[in-house]
């Protein structure tokens, strides 16, 4: 017996068979993600409806496309991706997300929230051009629905003249509930099932949008899927159709039914988490500091708990803002706010501030507005790969004028940050990894763009500027292993990405510096390093990542696969001032 | 008689003093708009909107926030801003766009599509957590309502539990005619109108958002908005409203009215502009491959004709996609559309693709697929100001992995670049500016990641690399002076950013290394080479724009302000070898 009946196997099973591969497929699933971490409840939800669509569709000639893909696993199962799957997430083993890379099957690679829809016009239209004949299919949850992004794809199916199956999964979660009037609204659609007639006379949203909407509202229910999908299969012929289908996230677990916002994410202990969060400090210190100033208000873009700001929210909820997975408007809602006076801090995953590029620049920056992006899970964020990695932050933001970008060395710094940005009355932005690990004894005052020795060995023959927990963990490191070989460093915690501390850098007697940072070269800390010195007779190593796309590993495994580790560092050093 | 009336004396007017005031507005408006350029249609459509605005509501203590930006000079006029107004767009004088350094009337600066109504609301809610008591409205046209941002800060009206108006100032128009479903469904409410009570019992889609819909269908009837609005302000108290209006692009004279598309924007001949434009060399480059390239399809959001795609899209409708405002869907879809074999540009504004950066990064590039961004009016752009300058693509597209970065030095080179993106089957950019004014003599084969000596005199002190027509002119204006007191340099045409030309730059044999780029400095060509060099022995000297906004300003006077010419590179250069 095939481990996953797959294709042309799967079409032969019978009602019984099927049921029952659901079931073995979520056994899997949920065995593999106790035991590498991953996605568990929106995967469990999917199950019935992966089964449904490799039922009735033909792929890889059909294509579907799972928005973020977070909810790809019994696709990947059911795809001859089965024997592999216990390396899932691992360094070199199968991705948590579509990836093209890997399989024919994953037509469209998925990451950042909303794009499933686009892409599925745009696959549809290439179809249509190149006179060939498939379906394409976009899944996509109702926390990703909230995104502009799905917007301007429906309002553009009609001019684009194509057909394609939107599947809304909604199972009424983000990571956090799901909110907003479009929510509220399928509700409305889903509860009213039985004026299907009356409804579909006054035409509902969809339908403006040339979407004939249709419903399964058991979407656990692996029969009515396969019904609906195969009438709908026909009716795709001539003309697009959005699919709503309610599905239960973590569907067949009782503790994950139960509480889907803990367990849709699952972290397995490894040396990445073992440690204090970061998020946590965040949200204690922000309950703290909104105590004395009322102005102080939180946004988020639909992910509260995992930001630390479970009890920001509890305790003012009238100061707390989240509006789902919008990162854009939730960036202008900061703008916006400051220019009335408030003090707003916006969190935010590194990854997902990618989205907000322009309305830092134009909004926040141009404007010059108090806004403080707090900007988590920067640096490689490991198991999730390609599309989570932060190690864009510092290159995107250091370009923008009039933004001050602090990193801290570790919890304490990172609270008398939050402190400092109080009082500061600029755009700002504080980046920082998931997890802290040490403390360091050096603990200055925070002053704008001044860096702080770590070590002030005015003899030293190199000085290591680095930023943030890792890097500066890494400089330590290294200078222990060069003071065993009499080598005598500095250590600078660059703990202002922008401005640079000029004056320091000024002032730095050696010929030999070495930058350390969890980001990008192009653009991060040792680029504008590089550019202080260009006129300067130093002789300048920079750790970073290289230019390329880093894939799933672990936080260590990928520093250590990037060479930025004290180890590294030391022998550098050791080699280039023989 | 003061030159315009203004707060309290324009609402002592009676209804015949107000319209002749709407008729002095539109004189002023279109005699200084001929003079010195700017947006005219779409002004001219917006006086009596704003004028009404004026009579019924109290500025500055009410606020106002006018999407784009580009109709604002009727509230310019009436808020004590008349008798600067003939230094509209020149350098030191007053802005185009809204700007609350001018002015307390200006609440919100804006510049880029769709954040009006996100930005009215954070208002909003800042004012009910302050407990403050006044009205926000947001102005937006029926362009801007095809960008996502509308969906995102409409879903998330009911949750923010705030009361604004939006006013969807409709007038059928982007700069090309407004395209999408939405647009023809506020086509199909507005010529329902005699339908009122039956519309409002099938809740419209506004309804579903928490928004009570209505209208006033002669958008530019004075005396009919003053009621409307009246009525309004009234049910601000409890409730959010859409006021739908409908006005004439252009209203007030003919030569607008009939074609609004070119008299949208209006350029004054300059130094800026007399040249040719690389859009026009870029459609007819296009069309011309696309003759032997069934697969190449073009892009546009909204902007058609001013990035030279009108004939494409006449000679190929079926490969030509203009979604609306809408830059991130934009790039999705080329990315879509290249999985399935197909080779896409999309054409773009510097300012505008920065919306698409998170895009760029995980659709195109992560996947790396044949993707050609071409990216217009970069570099400085002039009299649009901070919103507008395409100074930061360079920076913010050479930290992503997998993508090319070409920069014509001139239109010749451009087309090259365009036959050779026609066999290059990875993601490339290729950025350039407005306006075209030489060309030069050397035009060897492009290479990828190949730069280009422009002169070659190995005896050179210094070495000049620039990228772009301007740079590469300024370089060479260099070269010319220097040459006068006997001092050469080696010119070299930096025409790949990325990646640069490491075997070139390992080769010079100079210590000094001058950049030149049309660029911000942090992430720039500059900082590229300063990081290539970082331990070797140069001097650098890079010149590109310092880390601030840019105002507005003729291209010339920008770059003479920045240092970025001949005459200042040639001074630095006798300095630096002395």
Redesign the interface.
Known sequence: MPFFYSGKQLKSLNMSQLNSLCEDLRQKILSTVLKNGGHLSSNLGAVELTVALHYVFDFPEDKVIFDVGHQCYAHKLLTGRAEKFDTLRKKGGISGFPK?EESEFD???T??AG?SV??????A???D??GENFNVIAVIGDGSF???????????????NTNILVILNDNGMSISPT????H??LEFLSENDEHVAKRNK?AN?FD???FKYDGVYDGNNLEQLIQKLTEIKERLKHESVILHILTKKGKGYEFCEEDPEATHGISVSSSDNVSTEYSKVFGETLCDLAKDNKNI?AVTAAMTSSLGLGEFFEKYP??S????I?E??AT??????A????KPYYAVYSTFL??S???I???I???NLPVTLCIDRAGVSGADG??HQGV?DL??L??I??LTIAVPKDINEFKAMLKFSADFNYPLAIRYPRAGKRVFKVQSKIVRGKWEELSSNENADVAIIACGERAVTDALVAMQILEERNINVKVINARFVKPIDDEMLASLKQKHIVTVEDN????GL???I??F???K??????FAYP???ITHGSVAELMNDYKITGKYIAEYIINAIR
């Open positions: 093209r037509c469209y690679n990451g950042h794009t686009s892409a599925a016009l745009g696959i239209k290439a179809r051009i190149s909230n995104n502009g992004l799905i917007y301007e794809a429906f309002n553009s199916l009609r001019l684009l909110v907003g009037s479009m509220e609204y006054h949203i403006r949008f040339g208000v009238q100061r803002v989240d509006v789902g919008c854009e408007h202008i809602l900061c703008a916006s706010m220019t009335e006076g408030l990618q989205r590029f322009d309305e620049m134009i909004d920056c141009s404007q390609e599309t864009f290159s995107f250091s370009m004028p009039n990008m070269l192009a653009g040792g680029s504008l590089n550019t010195y260009a006129n007779d130093k002789i300048i190593k920079n230019d390329e796309f």
